[in-house]
């Protein structure tokens, strides 16, 4: 199996990197991990390691080279001659002990011994990928393969999720996906391994754990996201009884805040009289309809924990319960990754910014008449949907050079008044979700530039094509809550910015206009814009006049002036 070596990405606005130096030429044996080469970016001077054991082929570009990232840079041989030289050596034997043992007031994990494990020369590891200098972590919203499929090259494994973007990760090589080794809505390190792929096309065994497999919690349950590939063998015991509870038994009882008093008077129906998922959840039925007593000394306020530790297989509970989950007919529904950072950017903005926000009412006239007109050959000529946002977006860029502070940031108190204008496009992700990409250099744009800039970092946003680089360094945000027929809102800023300004539908309205002198009705198109600022920067004149330049853009819009 024939493996691309590609220019390694060393940071989110690192585009190329200059070969150093080749530690192997073609015709050389390289073990996995193994030095390669050595980089040099503007970033940084790095060694770069080999992902398989194998042959080096060809190198395709001398030392002092300067090549861009991504862009292939050597050959490695995975088969024919790397395997004849595989096979004068023993396979490696690694031992990987799943379960640690964990012990509490109340309880002891115990596990059962592990089978030792052959490690074919052929297996690379598919790591967490580092997504930008600051991410250190990243959580796994999604496996799009399992184990035993076949992946192609560049086929995407699984999707992940971190404080800078969601992204697909797709597959360094063709081979079979024989390992999952982190389990979904599960957040690791930057560099840990995630998976392995089997490049010889065979599938290898995984570790095994000798005792009972725990009853799963829904066919898609969250034991059925460890990928098969190790079966849970982790055990719960009393320190004062017998009794032995599996991890989902445990889960269900800390969730539902089952008490371990309590726990021990529920009858199991399993092997040896062991509670299981069912046993439990009967009971939680029963207990919230009055059927079962709970006296207060099977209350507590700490719940028994149930946390096993691993060090190799990463699980967490499934997002979607199933209805029998469901305690007093309310559903508990964990927040997503997505969520959860949308969650804390708005809890620190509200806590940051002195937010004043500021509305004008914008007449549309001019612009919708030139949308009407031109909208189907726009379409034809350039590809892309005359909006309204185009016109807002091209008018805010004119007043952002107009009342640069505005596009400022705030850093202790030090004013960053930028000089570039990277605009944020507020997207909406299906089902309940929100991004803030940027069109970077706006200022260098005319509105067919813009138009097309939007119509990027959405469908980019939506496809989960995003880099780190489009998420950073925003200096002004625009949200479009109008595409809904939302009239106005109050935009919460998008930190370390210091405006943000919303735009609402256009909807035809009754307004006076003065017509020869004299003050008449007229049906306009109307659209109303907030413009939500940073009261410890942005005061209140400044903000009006800023605003009030975009509506004279606006209004006054003259197709010859669309540069």
């Known amino acids: 199996m024939k493996i691309e070596i590609p220019m390694p990405k060393m940071g989110e606005s690192v585009m190329e990197g200059t070969i150093v130096k080749w530690y192997k030429k073609p015709g050389d044996s390289v073990k996995k991990d193994e030095t390669l080469f050595e980089i040099s970016t503007d970033k940084v001077d790095t060694e770069v390691p080999s992902p398989a054991d194998g042959i080096v082929t060809e190198l395709l570009f001398p030392e002092g080279d300067t090549v861009d990232v991504g862009k292939t840079v050597a050959y490695l041989e995975t088969d024919s001659t790397a395997a004849s030289i595989a096979k004068s050596t023993p396979a490696k034997v690694k031992e990987e ?22 490690v074919s020369d052929s297996l690379i590891d598919i790591p967490m990928p580092k997504m930008g200098e600051s991410v ?15 992946v192609k090259k560049d086929e995407t494994i699984f999707e992940i ?9 797709p597959s360094p090589s063709e081979g ?5 080794l982190v389990g979904e809505q599960v957040t690791v390190e930057v560099g840990t391994i995630c998976g392995r792929l089997s490049v010889h096309g065979a599938a290898h065994a995984a570790p095994k754990i000798e005792s009972e497999k725990i009853p799963e919690y829904k066919d898609d349950s969250m034991h059925s996201m460890i990928a098969k590939s190790v079966d849970e063998a982790s055990e719960v015991k009393s320190n004062e009884s017998s ?55 099977d209350i507590k306020e700490e719940v028994f924990s149930t946390e096993v530790k691993s060090t190799i297989v990463y699980s967490a509970p499934k997002k979607d319960f199933d209805s029998s989950y469901v305690s007093g007919g309310v559903e508990r529904i964990p927040m997503d990754n997505i969520r959860q950072r ?5 809890i620190n903005s509200r806590d940051t910014s002195v937010h004043v926000t500021a509305l004008m009412e914008v007449d549309m006239t001019r612009i919708y008449n030139y949308i009407q007109k031109n909208k189907d050959s726009f379409s034809r000529k350039e590809g892309i949907k005359l909006t309204y946002m185009s016109f807002v977006a091209h008018a805010s ?14 850093e202790g108190t030090t004013i960053l008044q930028k000089r570039f204008i990277n605009l944020g496009i ?17 200022q260098d744009k005319n509105l067919l530039g813009i138009a097309r800039g939007i119509v990027d970092v959405a469908e980019r946003s939506r496809t989960k094509k995003l880099t780190p680089d489009d998420i950073s360094g925003g200096t002004f945000t625009i949200t479009n809550y109008g595409v809904f027929g939302t009239l106005f809102g109050t935009p919460i800023i998008n930190q370390p910015e210091v405006a943000i300004l919303g735009v609402g539908a256009v909807v035809k309205k009754p307004v006076v206009v003065e017509v020869d002198g004299m003050d008449t009705i007229a049906i306009k198109p109307i659209m109303y814009l907030t413009l939500a600022h940073d009261h410890r920067l942005v005061d209140g004149m400044v903000g009006g006049r800023f605003l009030k330049s975009i509506k004279d853009t606006l209004e006054k819009f003259d197709e010859k002036t669309l540069n």
Request: hydrophobic share 40%.
């Open 243 to 297: 009794k032995f509870y599996s991890p989902l038994v445990l889960n269900i009882a800390r969730a539902e805040k089952v008490g371990f008093d309590e726990l021990e008077k529920i009858s199991g129906t399993g092997t040896s009289g062991r509670v299981t998922k069912n046993d439990i959840l009967n009971y939680i039925s029963k207990r919230n309809k009055g059927e079962v007593t709970v006296s207060k000394t």
């Open 342 to 346: 949308i969650m804390k950017h708005m």
């Open 97 to 118: 002990k799943v379960v640690e043992i964990e012990e509490s007031e109340n309880m002891v994990v115990q596990t059962e011994s592990v089978k030792p494990v052959e």
């Open 176 to 180: 079979i996906l024989v390992e999952i």
């Open 397 to 410: 860029v004119r007043a952002l050079k107009e009342f640069p502070i505005v596009n400022s940031t705030v």
């Open 136 to 150: 250190m972590d990243g959580t796994i919203i999604k496996w799009y393969k399992k184990i035993g499929d076949t």
């Open 426 to 442: 507020a997207v909406a992700l299906e089902p309940n979700g929100l991004i803030v990409p940027n069109i970077k250099n706006a």
């Open 161 to 169: 999720s971190t404080d800078k973007v969601d992204t697909e990760v």
